[in-house]
C-alpha cells in the first residue's frame, strides 16, 4: 500500500505541499504546475526542451523560470537551484494570486500568452484533479 501512494507521488510532492501551504497557497494547484512543467524531474540541471547552448535565458528548474524573469520578480535567486527555483516560483504566484487571482496566476506562469493560455490552464487542471 505504501508503494502505491509512493507511486502516485513525485519526490517532492510533500515538501511542494508543504511549502505551498506554508505560504498560503492552495497546495494541489502548486504540485500540479510542478508536474506540468517538468513531470516528476527533478534534475538540478533541467532545461526547457528548446533550449539551446547559445540560448542562455530559457527557461531552468522545477518550475521552468526564466532567469531573466528571476532577475526581475527574485533578485538575488539563483533559480537553477532546486531550492532558489521553488522559492522563486512560490514568491511569483503568491504574488500574482493577490493581484490577478488563481486562475489568471496560473495562465501567467504559462508565459505563452494568449494563445496557450487555456491549453496550459487546461493540463494543470486535469493533473490537479488527479492527484492523490
Request: hydrophobic share 35%; glycine share 6%.
Amino acid at each position: 500500500m505504501i508503494l502505491l501512494l509512493l507511486a502516485l507521488h513525485c519526490g517532492d510532492s510533500f515538501h511542494l505541499r508543504y511549502e505551498a501551504r506554508a505560504v498560503g497557497l492552495p497546495d494541489r494547484r502548486v504540485e500540479a504546475i510542478a508536474r506540468v512543467e517538468t513531470a516528476c524531474n527533478l534534475n538540478p540541471r533541467l532545461r526547457a526542451h528548446d533550449c539551446r547552448a547559445p540560448r542562455r535565458d530559457c527557461e531552468v528548474g522545477r518550475f521552468q523560470i526564466k532567469p531573466s524573469t528571476a532577475r526581475q520578480r527574485c533578485s538575488c535567486v539563483d533559480v537553477r537551484t532546486y531550492r532558489n527555483n521553488v522559492a522563486c516560483f512560490l514568491l511569483t504566484f503568491a504574488e500574482d494570486r493577490a493581484r490577478f487571482g488563481l486562475t489568471d496566476a496560473t495562465v501567467r506562469h504559462n508565459g505563452y500568452g494568449p494563445a496557450g493560455a487555456y491549453e496550459y490552464l487546461y493540463k494543470v487542471l486535469k493533473v490537479e484533479e488527479g492527484l492523490p
